[in-house]
């Protein structure tokens, strides 16, 4: 008889454990949206694919915003660096092919050197989905489904998020396609890190 109120014990206390413990990261901010906005340094990893009509190249990405700083870096799938591109006010920096290249548009000078573009500039706000431009299309939980955005140099990218993922009181894409009549990219980020 005893035994059997210790277990009765043991597994009321478990539930009172688990009734306990509220995991945070699944606890999501109401107004999420604004907060998401206000974060300004963050680091994601995940993996990404340039398709073009004439080349296919997939790599690593991890890619950090802190305050003025943009940073991407690709890396092959054994962990080789392929490149480092950075953004700054004051001009945009690529590490490739065991050289380093300066200009002032980050995008420009990856499109230059190979042959890839990706829109950098405001990349916090459509990489996170919370970019206010018309024509967006949005779900009943207010995430964006679909966009068009326009890149400095006036190229207008059509970005698809396919997938979200509740995490750090946020809804965070998980998967996006961003395309041109020339090139479709597509993204997958697994790891949202917030400072």
Avoid at 100 to 118: D, E, R
Wanted: charged share 15%; proline share 2%.
């Amino acid at each position: 008889m005893i035994k059997q109120y210790l277990i009765l014990f043991s597994f009321f206390l478990f539930l009172g454990g688990c009734a306990q413990h509220i995991n945070s990261s699944k606890v999501l901010y109401p107004d999420w949206q604004a907060r998401l906005d206000a974060e300004k340094n963050w680091r994601v990893q995940g993996k990404l694919a340039f398709i073009a009509t004439d080349n296919r190249q997939s790599a690593n990405l991890n890619w950090q915003q802190n305050q003025d700083l943009n940073h991407l870096v690709l890396t092959s799938f054994i962990g080789t660096r392929i490149l480092s591109l950075r953004q700054t006010s004051l001009g945009a920096t690529l590490d490739y092919d065991d050289q380093t290249y300066t200009g002032v548009n980050a995008s420009l000078l990856l499109s230059q050197l190979t042959g890839f573009t990706i829109p950098l500039k405001n990349a916090q706000q459509w990489l996170k989905g919370i970019a206010n431009v018309e024509n967006s299309q949005y779900d009943k939980l207010g995430r964006a489904t679909q966009l068009t955005w326009q890149a400095d140099n006036g190229q207008q990218w059509q970005i698809n998020y396919k997938q979200y993922r509740q995490e750090a009181g946020f809804w965070l894409p998980e998967k996006l396609t961003l395309k041109t009549p020339k090139m479709t990219i597509k993204i997958q980020l697994y790891d949202w890190q917030f400072n």
